[in-house]
């Protein structure tokens, strides 16, 4: 209270100062802080097979693919298995030219299409388990890089910046940092969304798809089967392309100049910007990468 009464302008100046700059870095801490748990939300999300992400859901779709689409698949099948039958008897010179070798042939594409037929769901954990190992993997090595550290380090080098600041500076920027939460909020928000859509797509997949995989082992119609496992591959490993696109944000925000407290702010908006987007289009680019139509 001296101070006060010796020089009441300074001693205001310096409290308000002390309010601030508690404020700004409170909102930072804040904000990273909400970020990495808006990580461990994503890692803990994708690391999950469509059954152990909800297995009431996993257990609807099942239910619902083998009683309804599952009898329409087996006259897909049935249609297909004939048709490769008379196509292979009629390309032996319309059946003069007669080889037993055919029957063989066609009774053991027969016996692989029943079974993969019968087995779509556990062909999807399989692709998804192949899946999980890289997602896992990735989670592991780049544990570092996907978490933004706020540590006193940091904090010490944005206060000393801070305190240089005049209080029009610190004011504004107090009022700038409420846009950092807004965006992180928005991010985790939007993430949210892509992959829970995600999740929700390849439920959508796996529901339908007893119908194109029972087409799967024709030489003329098996392209639709063929590009229904790429785009479940596809869908499998988008999760693998989001934490690289996490990781490459945290990377960005660790590395730079926090001394730049605006600046550095505006980055991270940019930044979390640009993250909204590259996560929205890893769907495309997967299936992209997997020449899934």
Known sequence: MMDFFRDPIGWMDGWIRDLLIEGIINSFEEAFGGFNHEVEQIAGNLGHTPSSFNIDIFNMVR?????????????????????????????????????????????????????ILTNVFEITEFIFAIAQT?????AEFLGAEITVDFGWRRVMYLEEALWEMSLWQLFNLQMQTGILSLAIRVMGIIVF???????????????????????????????????????????????????????IYGVMLSTFDITDAIGFLWMNVGYTILLILMLWKTGAMSKAIFGAH
Request: charged share 10%; proline share 3%.
């Open 193 to 247: 969304i892509i992959i829970h859509s995600r999740m929700l797509e390849i439920y959508l997949y796996m529901a339908i798809g007893p119908i194109p995989l029972a087409s799967i082992t024709n030489s003329q119609y098996g392209q639709m089967g063929q590009n229904w496992l790429k785009a479940l591959a596809a869908l499998a490993f988008q999760a693998f392309l989001i934490m690289v696109c996490v990781a």
């Open 63 to 115: 239910s619902l693919s083998e009683t309804v689409i599952m009898p329409i698949a087996g006259i897909v099948l049935a249609f297909v298995v004939c048709y490769e039958l008379i196509t292979m008897v009629i390309e032996k010179n319309n059946g003069h030219d007669f080889d037993t070798f055919i029957f063989f042939k066609w009774i053991i594409k027969t016996f692989v299409a029943i079974m």
């Open 134 to 138: 890289a997602v896992q993997g990735s």
